[in-house]
């Protein structure tokens, strides 16, 4: 079983940045792909960004595009998510994710995903 711990969450005012981190438990831990999900209230879980683990290949949601950046470490099992510029509309628990196998069209579906971490709180104040 996989173990995802999130942090960095917070309160920041608009235009302002947040740096999410999520380590991974396991000492060669290495996944097909790795991603970020966040959700709203009284909304569904959307796509935020994904990259593929052995080459990095990187997909984001157009939303975020420009404006955050997935990554990872990969010596220590750790993928982060830079948020810049960021907006209210941004405000939503994040979630990390990890899946063992799938194919790079099927990294935007959360159904695709095994591994969840439990989530850290965005808020962005106007």
């Known amino acids: 079983q996989v173990q995802l711990v999130e942090s960095g969450g917070g309160l920041v005012q608009a235009g302002g940045s947040l740096r999410l981190s999520c380590a991974a438990s396991g000492h060669t831990f290495s996944p097909y792909a790795m991603g970020w999900f966040r959700q709203a209230p009284g909304k569904e879980r959307e796509f935020v960004a994904a990259f593929r683990w052995n080459d990095g290949r990187t997909i984001y949601a157009g939303s975020v595009k420009e404006r955050f950046t997935i990554s990872r470490d990969v010596a220590k099992d750790t993928v982060y998510l830079q948020m810049n510029s960021l907006k209210p509309e941004d405000t939503a628990v994040y979630y990390c994710?990890?899946?063992?196998?799938?194919?790079?069209?099927?990294?935007?579906?959360?159904?695709?995903?095994?591994?969840w971490g439990q989530g850290t709180q965005v808020t962005v104040s106007s």
């Open positions: 994710a990890a899946e063992r196998q799938t194919s790079w069209s099927r990294l935007t579906n959360r159904e695709e995903y095994d591994y």
